[in-house]
């Protein structure tokens, strides 16, 4: 232990006392500076991933939510150019296509029109979609289960769904306690 009565911070450089001390790959934190270098998420043993000499949490850094799951993490906050998203297509293809129909599978992506086979389903609006497909309409987010919502055939993630056709008026949608005017 250094002199001065305690370690310094990986994050601000400052003094850390045991009862505020957060250790991490052989550094010491204090609780209120262990959070992501990108989202500024608070982190714990179980959330944090460590690169070089910064910290994130496991979403932001490329990890999935769990086993057999796909990051849509672009890795821009690591300095990595994303690559181009193809435009919008409307999701309005009722028919199966005739390389599904021979080979199986009756379930067509609403996005791209194309058969989506069981490994790379996902269900979603009353639809099934491919994992890559599977995105917010307006903002083009990768969703999940957990975050879908969907209206008249088209999914949006809750910030958008919200936005778009929730509550407008006095009192909705911009926080805790805070009054808009929609216009």
């Known amino acids: 232990m250094p002199l001065g009565g305690g370690n310094k911070c990986g994050c601000c450089q400052k003094t850390v006392y045991f009862a505020e001390e957060v250790q991490c790959e052989g550094k010491y934190f204090h609780k209120s500076c262990f959070l992501c270098m990108a989202c500024k998420k608070n982190l714990d043993s179980t959330t944090v991933a460590c690169h070089v000499d910064e910290i994130y949490c496991k979403s932001c850094y490329g990890f999935g939510g769990g086993a057999g799951t796909l990051s849509m993490d672009t890795g821009a906050h690591?300095?990595?150019?994303?690559?181009?998203?193809?435009?919008?297509?409307?999701?309005?293809?009722p028919n199966a296509s005739k390389l599904a129909t021979k080979f199986g599978s009756s379930d067509?992506?609403?996005r791209c029109?194309?058969?989506?086979?069981?490994?790379?389903?996902?269900?979603?609006?009353g639809n099934?979609?491919?994992?890559?497909?599977?995105?917010c309409s307006?903002?083009?987010?990768?969703?999940?289960s957990t975050t879908v919502a969907d209206k008249d055939g088209e999914?949006?993630?809750?910030?958008?769904?919200a936005k778009n056709?929730?509550?407008?008026?006095?009192?909705?949608?911009?926080?805790?306690?805070?009054?808009?005017?929609?216009?």
């Open 138 to 144: 307006k903002c083009g987010k990768g969703l999940e």
């Open 155 to 161: 999914i949006y993630c809750k910030a958008c769904y």
């Open 108 to 110: 067509v992506c609403p």
């Open 128 to 135: 099934s979609w491919h994992k890559s497909c599977f995105r």
């Open 165 to 183: 056709f929730g509550p407008k008026g006095f009192g909705f949608g911009q926080g805790a306690g805070a009054l808009a005017h929609a216009q």
């Open 113 to 125: 029109a194309k058969a989506v086979y069981s490994a790379e389903k996902v269900l979603g609006g």
């Open 78 to 93: 690591l300095g990595i150019r994303p690559e181009e998203q193809a435009a919008h297509r409307p999701t309005n293809n």
